[in-house]
C-alpha cells in the first residue's frame, strides 16, 4: 500500500482492458460484446489522463485526446445499436452465431 | 503512511475493477449494464481524484448519462425479461480468461520494466477556460480543427442512425 502513481493507474487500466477483451472472447450477445467494447475504450482514456497527469502536466494533448474518444465512443455506440435493433427486426436474436447470412 | 486521498484511490480501484468483472461475468444482461454504469462512475470517480473535474463531467454526461442509457433501452427493445443469457463452452471460457491473462501479463511485465520519467506534480491541472481556449485555438497547441471534424463525425453518424433504425414500411401498392 504506497502512495498511487502511475504505476497504479496503469494497472488499473490494464486489469480495465483485458476484463474486457474476456468479455468480448466469451459473450456471444451483441449488446454485451458493447459493453465490453465500452470497457477497452475506457481503459484507452484512463492511460491517456495518466500519462498527461504524471508526466506532462503542463501539456492538454491527452486530455485532448480523450474528449474526441469520448465523442468517438459515442458515435460507435450510437450506430452500433442502430444496427443491432436493425438486425434483431430481421432476424429476431442478436445473437452472434445466429447472424451467419453473409457467411455461405 | 495512509492518509484519505490514498484510501479513497484504493477503494475507487477496488469498485472500478471489482464491477467491471462482474459486468463480464454476470449472466443477466441487465445486471451487466447496471455494473458497466458502477464501472463508469468509477472511472470518473478516479478522474476527480487526478483533479482532472472536466474530464471526469464529460465521463459522467457522455458514458453514464448517453451510452449506458441507449445500452438499457436496446436490451429493453431486444429481450425477453427474466431471461439469462446462455452459459458459454467452458472451453472457449478457459482459452479466452488464459488469452487475457497472458495479455495481461505480458503488459504489465513491460510497464514495470519501462522506466518512465520522473513524475512532475507541481502544475496545476488545466481550468475549463485554459481547455475551452485550447480547443477553439487555430495556431500552436489548438484543436479546432479535430473539434471540427468531430462534428461532422456526430452529424454524419446521427443521419446513419436514423438510416439504418429507420422502419420501411411495405409499399401500398
Known sequence: ?104 | MMNGSTILFYLLAAFTMASALLSVSTRQIFRAAIYLLFTLIGIAGIYFWLSYEFIAAVQIVVYVGGIVVLIIFSIFLTQQTGEKLPSQRLDRKIFAALAAFCGFALTMLQVYKHAFGPSRQEVPSPDVRRIGQAMMGVGQGGYALPFEIISMLLLAAMIGCIVIALRIKPSKS
Open chain 1, 1 to 104: 500500500m504506497t502512495q498511487p502513481g502511475l504505476y497504479h493507474i496503469l494497472l488499473i487500466s490494464a486489469v480495465l482492458f483485458f476484463t474486457g477483451v474476456y468479455g468480448f472472447l466469451t459473450r456471444r450477445n451483441l449488446i454485451t460484446m458493447l459493453m465490453s467494447i465500452e470497457l477497452i475504450l475506457n481503459s484507452v482514456n484512463l492511460n491517456f489522463i495518466a500519462f498527461n497527469k504524471y508526466l506532462w502536466p503542463e501539456a492538454m494533448d491527452g486530455l485532448f485526446f480523450v474528449l474526441f474518444i469520448i465523442a468517438i465512443a459515442a458515435a460507435e455506440a450510437a450506430v452500433a445499436i442502430a444496427i443491432i435493433i436493425n438486425l434483431y427486426r430481421s432476424h429476431h436474436s442478436i445473437d452472434v452465431e445466429q447472424a451467419e447470412d453473409l457467411k455461405y
